[in-house]
C-alpha cells in the first residue's frame, strides 16, 4: 500500500518562501510511477502546480513557473516543492499526489486529479499581503 505523508507549509508573508516535502512508503513511484503538488483555495477547484515523473519530466503551472521548482531525492523516497516569492494568490491547501503509472506532466497538469491513485493529507499554506 502506497502511503504519502506531507510537511512543511505554514504562514508567510508576501515574498517568502516555503518547502513543502512529500515522503513516499510503499510502491514504486520513483522507479515508475509519477508525482505532483496539487493546491485548493477556498470556493475554487483544486490544480496542479507541479509534476514530476520517474524519467525525469517536470511540469509547472504558469502560474508559479519561475517562482516553484520541483525536486526529488530518490534515496530518501521523498518529493519537494520549493516554493518562492510567494504571493498572496498561493494562499491554499496543498497536496502530494504520486502514481505507479508514468503520465506526462502536461497531462497531470490537466487530469491528475482523476489520475492519481495516492494522496497526502494536504497542508496549509497561507500568504499575506
Known amino acids: 500500500q502506497v502511503q504519502l505523508v506531507e510537511s512543511g507549509g505554514g504562514s508567510v508573508q508576501s515574498g517568502g518562501s516555503l518547502r513543502l516535502s512529500c515522503r513516499v512508503s510503499?510502491?514504486?513511484?520513483?522507479?515508475?510511477?509519477?508525482m505532483g503538488w496539487f493546491r485548493q483555495a477556498p470556493g475554487k477547484e483544486r490544480e496542479g502546480v507541479a509534476m514530476?515523473?520517474?524519467?525525469?519530466?517536470?511540469g509547472y503551472t504558469s502560474s508559479v513557473q519561475g517562482r516553484f521548482n520541483y525536486s526529488q531525492d530518490n534515496n530518501k523516497n521523498t518529493f519537494y516543492l520549493h516554493m518562492n516569492a510567494l504571493k498572496p494568490e498561493d494562499t491554499a491547501k496543498y497536496y502530494c499526489?504520486?502514481?505507479?503509472?508514468?503520465?506526462?506532466?502536461?497531462?497531470?497538469?490537466?487530469?491528475?486529479?482523476?489520475?492519481?491513485?495516492?494522496w497526502g493529507q494536504g497542508t496549509q499554506v497561507t500568504v499575506s499581503s
Open positions: 510503499g510502491g514504486n513511484v520513483f522507479s515508475t510511477g509519477s
Open positions: 499526489a504520486a502514481d505507479d503509472r508514468v503520465f506526462h506532466p502536461d497531462t497531470l497538469m490537466r487530469m491528475g486529479s482523476e489520475l492519481m491513485r495516492y
Open positions: 514530476g515523473d520517474s524519467i525525469g519530466r517536470i
